[in-house]
């Protein structure tokens, strides 16, 4: 069983960039599928990135797509997502998230869940 710690949230700007990091222990990020998602106040969670176990597929909503990017880093077992061109919309929890099978069911929700990490974007 993975354990996730999401990190590097903060206050950022409208425009800014932030780059949040999730760290795992207990197995190794290359044996999941990875996603990131968020929760805002009065909405329902949504993905907002995920990328199969190999690296190859990845998937982003157009919410946020050309704005964010999820990365792996093996060596470190860290999963990231960096997020640029930062718009109020974006304020949010975000969760990171691993599941050992990447199919269409991984935006609804994964197996294994961080406690989430607070951006909030202000203009």
């Known amino acids: 069983q993975v354990q996730l710690v999401e990190s590097g949230g903060g206050l950022v700007q409208a425009g800014g960039s932030l780059r949040l990091s999730c760290a795992a222990s207990g197995r190794t990020v290359s044996s999941y599928a990875m996603g990131w998602f968020r929760q805002a106040p009065g909405k329902e969670r949504e993905c907002v990135a995920a990328?199969?176990?190999?690296?190859?597929?990845?998937y982003y909503p157009d919410s946020v797509k050309d704005r964010f990017t999820i990365s792996r880093d093996k060596a470190k077992n860290t999963v990231y997502l960096q997020m640029n061109n930062l718009k109020l919309e974006d304020t949010a929890v975000y969760y990171c998230a691993a599941d050992p099978n990447y199919g269409p069911g991984v935006v609804d929700g994964m197996d294994y869940w961080g406690k989430g990490t607070l951006v909030t974007v202000s203009s």
């Open positions: 990328i199969n176990r190999s690296g190859s597929n990845a």
